[in-house]
């Protein structure tokens, strides 16, 4: 799906990503895409925050005219449809290891072990290896 | 004034970041406080994105409540208030980087010359120069 441009409020890049990704549902769905194994509608439903299946629904729809999602005809499973990060989505990992950090060190909870340690030690290590982890797979041919 | 706790949808700290900070403005708050010098109400009001009077008003309250942002009478203007980042404000500073970056590179817009570059070639050091610029300053007694 060719990624929808819209009119911006403005020329800063920071408002961009805003525009895409700043609400408070859009980062978590990219989260258990990323992090959680999410593939299938029912995976994002079953997450801890409770998504509304309409919010759900809207969201994926927007992060695919956006290019971070796309999707295809689950090949276990005709009737169902699976969901992948592109690479522009995989690209957001810094933003959410970021806001995990801030997260852990001045709200509360805790991210599931090794990760910020991981990110703070090599950056660059860790994003190759969420690069092949999320990109280097079989996609359906169907 | 003492952050608020409020019940949270989950523990994980990205949600809490997103709870709190997970917005379309609230971040560009930030941004105006960070790196464009924005100290009065008017000054936010003044930015591209043109937000709404009773958004911001909202957007700053809440701010505070959660600790990212302080208030004082202005000492050069007694009926006015200037707002500033608070250390956990600053270190919000990686998130805007990171999102800086993705919206330069997937969406539009330039950032302003050099921030981005700075932020890669050297994070720590470009952390400790807006830490110093931001928090090293006379704050009023009054």
């Known amino acids: 799906m060719i990624a929808k441009r819209q009119k911006r409020r403005s020329t800063c890049p920071i408002n ?7 609400d408070r549902w859009s980062l978590l769905i990219v989260r ?6 999410a593939r299938a509608y029912k995976d994002f439903l079953s997450s801890e ?8 629904a809207s969201r994926l729809v927007k992060l695919q005219e956006s290019g971070i999602v ?7 499973d005709g009737r169902g449809v699976i969901y992948r990060l592109t690479a522009k989505g995989v690209e957001l990992a810094p933003v959410l290891l970021e806001l995990s ?8 909870g805790e991210p599931p072990g090794g990760i910020l340690q ?5 950056p660059q290590a860790f994003l190759a290896e969420i690069r092949k982890q999320l990109l280097d797979v079989p996609r359906s041919t169907g």
Chains 1, 2 share one sequence.
């Open 118 to 122: 991981a990110w703070e030690t090599n």
């Open 101 to 108: 950090r801030w997260g852990t060190r001045f709200e509360e």
């Open 70 to 76: 796309t999707s295809e005809r689950d090949p276990q």
């Open 49 to 56: 925050e409770g998504i509304a299946t309409n919010i759900l």
């Open 32 to 37: 258990d895409l990323m992090f959680a194994g």
């Open 16 to 22: 961009a990503s805003l525009e895409v990704v700043g």
